[in-house]
């Protein structure tokens, strides 16, 4: 019989669970025709973790395992919907809507059901792609597309409430009504829509390749902080012998034993280890010789030192462990030239072999490749921001290529722009890029031009002058500083 695979379950919709990136990123790739095996190939990740993602989203009732040979079902049906009703996002179990519930008390010529669902839609366009926006599967045609654009577009559209109060939710209505319109404009197009497919599936990438970054991330704080001795008990690195540490607050600690306590505590201890002989005091007369046993200790002393080389020893021999473990996927992962699942593989192991100078190397080597392969992603998610004027989105993207490439001034140049096109845009962070930008590359006049916009935004006037004085310099016909100069003059 063959191995039964995991599939989506067609019914169950999966926004109103608590899932991680990584288990997004996984359900991506499920298709009711890869196993485990195949499923860690394609997304580069280590089995155990696809398994242990499986059986979470499997007990979620996300996901079902399945024959192979059963007909496949790749694609969620799309949500049934009244006519007259705005489609319903559910939240995030235990979460807290994204809108302020005050919202909800304006007065205005809506039901408190519809303010409510213009409010979620609202909130959460950043979060929702064109599929879930228009309520569609991604097998939908063009005909079931353009059907559900019609619904939404005829109870979204402001001029549909003509002579209504509608307040504050006016410009959010015609928010929803253009993403709703860019949604179907790009669905309908072959070619747009094969770009727009292509960017969902770099974005599925991204976040996984973050989502396995920040698991390596937690798991090497845990293995800097403890080891795992025989598998079951967690002993800390600076903890005593003996004693199991714990992380609660107890009841007030009492006086230490006395001098001679501890002095009895270690004769008898060693009398164990001695194989049950008294110890005898140092100015005593020395026994009979007899053949030296390696079990014996010559003193209380020695017994304890013996001991605590054994556990150290003991812990020594479990984190090598470990970070052999995390070596191992390294190596697998890179052998598929997963770069990623190897740095953060690497990344663990490091922590439990925090003195080994070579892997510590051999992690920074693999990381270097990760990154390249991350920002190559980042870099294509921007772009397709950019071209479709998503200004918020696209600053971010670029954002953490700038984190990643320290310097780059493409990304950083890229970055200030978006920010200073984005409606609510940080203009503090968007100097800081712009001012990098300058920095590598002064004679690019663009840049000059983008900071002093930005001071200009931001209000400061005498810095704006200045930085497109400094631009003047270089292009004294560039029309874009000279009316900040022009403003700035009139200030």
Request: with cysteine; net charge neutral; glycine share 4%.
């Amino acid at each position: 019989m063959a191995e039964k695979v995991p599939r989506l379950v067609a019914s169950i919709d999966i926004r109103k669970f608590r899932l991680d990136a990584m288990d997004g990123f996984l359900l991506t790739r499920i298709d009711g025709r890869l196993g485990k095996k195949q499923l860690a190939q394609d997304t580069g990740l280590p089995e155990f973790q696809v398994e242990k993602t499986l059986e979470k989203l499997e007990k979620l009732g996300v996901v079902e395992l399945i024959d192979p040979n059963a007909p496949a079902t790749n694609a969620l049906p799309a949500p049934t919907r009244d006519r007259m009703q705005l489609p319903e996002f559910t939240s995030i179990e235990g979460s807290a809507p994204k809108y302020d519930p005050k919202e909800l008390d304006e007065e205005i010529d809506l039901s408190a059901d519809q303010k409510k669902r213009i409010l979620d839609m609202y909130y959460r366009l950043d979060d929702l792609d064109h599929y879930t926006l228009l309520g569609v599967g991604k097998e939908a045609d063009k005909k079931t597309v353009k059907r559900s654009y019609f619904e939404l577009a005829a109870l979204m559209h402001p001029d549909r409430y003509f002579n209504k109060k509608l307040g504050s939710f006016k410009s959010k209505m015609e928010a929803l009504f253009g993403r709703v319109t860019e949604a179907h404009d790009t669905l309908v197009d072959p070619a747009q829509r094969l770009d727009y497919d292509a960017y969902l599936d770099e974005v599925a990438t991204t976040k996984g390749m973050e989502a396995m970054f920040e698991r390596a991330l937690d798991e090497s704080r845990k293995a800097a902080a403890a080891a795992v001795v025989n598998g079951t008990v967690t002993v800390a690195r600076d903890s005593v012998p003996g004693v199991r540490q714990t992380t609660s607050p107890g009841p007030a600690v009492p006086q230490g034993p006395s001098a001679q306590e501890l002095q009895a505590r270690r004769e008898a201890l060693a009398k164990r280890l001695l194989g049950g002989q008294s110890v005898r005091p140092a100015a005593q007369t020395a026994p009979p010789p007899e053949m030296p046993n390696p079990l014996r200790y010559a003193s209380s002393g020695d017994a304890v030192d013996a001991l605590k080389r054994r556990y150290e020893e003991r812990v020594e021999n479990a984190t090598l462990a470990q970070s052999r473990k995390y070596v191992q996927a390294a190596e697998t992962a890179l052998s598929k030239n997963d770069f990623v699942a190897a740095a953060s593989s690497l990344h663990i192991a490091t922590k439990f072999a925090p003195d080994d100078t070579s892997l510590a190397m051999r992690y920074q080597e693999v990381k270097n490749e990760a990154d390249k392969v991350l920002c190559e992603s980042y870099v294509k998610q921007a772009t397709y921001e950019q071209r479709s004027q998503h200004w918020p989105e696209a600053a971010r993207t670029w954002q953490k290529v700038a984190k990643i490439r320290v310097g780059d001034v493409n990304a950083n140049a890229q970055a200030a722009r978006c920010l200073l096109k984005a409606e609510s845009g940080d203009m503090h962070a968007a100097a800081e890029h712009a001012k990098v930008a300058v920095s590598g590359e002064p004679s690019v006049v663009e840049h000059h031009a983008t900071l002093a916009a930005i001071y200009a935004k931001a209000g400061l006037t005498a810095s704006a002058r200045r930085a497109a004085e400094t631009g003047l310099a270089l292009d004294p016909a560039n029309a874009a500083l000279l009316a900040i100069t022009k403003k700035a003059a009139k200030a």
